[in-house]
């Protein structure tokens, strides 16, 4: 399997430490699949237009449809283990990936949007293998083991809707920007039982 292209790579006690608290993390987790599901109908209601391939609409309401999916089955497992959905929910991860998209510049501001997204679904495969490992002996294994799977390829279906938008040396160029304000985001994060938590 080809490696992620996540520049800095989460270390495995990190896993531990977010299993010990499984409804904080089932809670935030299921927020994020919520926020997934949203995000790829918003890009399907902003950015609908003709020019783009057949694919791009069947696409981006595949991903709507996994992500409800993934919802569905995160907050079973919450209910299973006696959590509930909060009222509100934060994630600064994902804000402050968002703050570096170019708003109101055209497909400079839906690359931007892709590429977030890919990254996003980048580093949390790579949670997700993670929560794999330690959990072999835990009910939770099957779950992330099989989400790693699904967002390992959603990562590479983003990356290349952006290439539908811009000339490919142009997504690539600002892809690699974004993976090293990635790397710098993700390690600024605070500790805590959340799919996009910091380590240190």
């Not at 929910?89 to 968002?98: D, E, G, K």
């Not at 977030?116 to 992330?144: G, H, M, T, V, W």
């Not at 892809?175 to 039982?193: H, K």
Request: glycine share 4%; net charge positive; proline share 6%.
């Amino acid at each position: 399997m080809k490696p992620l292209p996540l520049l800095v790579f989460t270390p495995t006690a990190w896993a531990k430490a977010a299993l010990a608290s499984p409804v904080d993390l089932l809670n935030d987790h299921a927020y994020l699949e919520k926020k997934a599901a949203a995000n790829a109908l918003e890009l399907l209601n902003r950015w609908p237009e003709p020019q783009y391939p057949r694919k791009w609409l069947s696409t981006l309401a595949g991903i709507a449809r996994d992500e409800s999916a993934h919802l569905v089955m995160v907050i079973r497992f919450l209910a299973k283990f006696g959590g509930k959905l909060s009222r509100t929910h934060f994630n600064p991860y994902a804000s402050t990936l968002h703050k570096l998209v170019r708003k109101g510049q055209g497909t400079l501001e839906l690359m931007d949007r892709l590429l977030i997204a890919s990254l996003i679904e980048a580093r949390s495969c790579e949670r997700f293998e993670l929560l794999a490992k330690p959990a072999q002996e835990n009910e939770l294994s099957k779950l992330y083991s099989g989400l790693a799977k699904s967002e390992r390829n959603h990562y590479l279906v983003f990356l290349n809707l952006a290439k539908l938008v811009r000339q490919e040396n142009e997504v690539l160029e600002r892809w690699q920007e974004l993976l090293r304000e990635e790397a710098t985001i993700i390690q600024a994060q605070p500790l805590g039982p959340r799919m996009h938590s910091g380590w240190k």
